[in-house]
């Protein structure tokens, strides 16, 4: 069975910093595009962050570049996403999420598994 299990959102002011984890249990990281997706209110769900270890490929969505860095620990099995200089529009659940990546191009565009979501909320 495999599980997602987020920590770490949490509400900041704007310009300050967040760091969210991902623990996953049943996957491998060298088998599976790992990485964080968010939906604000009103919004379609959306990529964020992505790493696939086995195409050595990192995908950002241009609206976090230079202030989003994820990383894994592949021997813990998790993946974190540092937040930095976080705006009002990052306000989101975000979700941690794993995909089998039958193509390269699906990295961060769709996924096989979810966490549970964890709140961010900006404040201006």
């Known amino acids: 069975e495999v599980q997602l299990v987020e920590s770490g959102g949490g509400l900041v002011q704007a310009g300050g910093s967040l760091t969210l984890s991902c623990v996953a249990s049943?996957?491998?990281?060298?088998?599976?595009?790992i990485g964080w997706f968010r939906q604000a209110p009103g919004k379609e769900r959306e990529g964020v962050a992505c790493?696939?270890?086995?195409?050595?490929?990192?995908y950002y969505d241009d609206s976090v570049k230079g202030r989003f860095t994820i990383s894994t620990d592949n021997a813990k099995k998790t993946v974190t996403l540092q937040m930095n200089n976080l705006k009002p529009d990052d306000t989101a659940v975000y979700y941690c999420?794993?995909?089998?990546?039958?193509?390269?191009?699906?990295?961060?565009?769709?996924?096989?598994?979810w966490g549970q979501g964890t709140q961010v909320t900006v404040s201006s």
């Open positions: 790493i696939s270890s086995a195409h050595g490929r990192t």
């Open positions: 999420a794993a995909d089998q990546l039958r193509y390269l191009s699906d990295l961060c565009y769709r996924s096989d598994y």
């Open positions: 049943g996957i491998s990281f060298n088998d599976y595009g």
